[in-house]
Nanobody
Framework: QVQLVESGGGLVQAGGSLRLSCAASGRTRSSYNVGWFRQTPAKERDFVAAIAWSGGSTSYSDSVKGRFTISRDNAKNTVYLQMNSLKPDDTAVYYC????????????????????WGQGTQVTVSS
């Protein structure tokens, strides 16, 4: 089992930046592929970005490509999501998710690919 804790959310004006962190604890000796998703009350949980265990592969949704950057520091068991040029449409609860990399190092974009989820952190972008 691995536990995930997100942090770094908050209130920011449009055009601003935030950096989210996803810290893993527990069974962190295993290698994990990690993704970020977001959800609003009116929508399903949407894919934002993902990074393979090795860090060599990343993927992004079209809506954040060029504005968000996912990265990881395996020595710190932490994955980051740097969010720049934020828009009101980015307002959501952001979740990180992880899945063991038994099958390989991949940047999965499907929520069903992930076994472990954090509790989420609220990001609010004002216009």
């Amino acid at each position: 089992q691995v536990q995930l804790v997100e942090s770094g959310g908050g209130l920011v004006q449009a055009g601003g930046s935030l950096r989210l962190s996803c810290a893993a604890s527990g069974r962190t000796r295993s290698s994990y592929n990690v993704g970020w998703f977001r959800q609003t009350p009116a929508k399903e949980r949407d894919f934002v970005a993902a990074i393979a265990w090795s860090g060599g592969s990343t993927s992004y949704s079209d809506s954040v490509k060029g504005r968000f950057t996912i990265s990881r520091d395996n020595a710190k068991n932490t994955v980051y999501l740097q969010m720049n040029s934020l828009k009101p449409d980015d307002t959501a609860v952001y979740y990180c998710a992880a899945t063991p990399a038994y099958s390989g190092s991949y940047a999965y974009s499907w929520a069903s690919s992930y076994n472990y989820w954090g509790q989420g952190t609220q990001v609010t972008v004002s216009s």
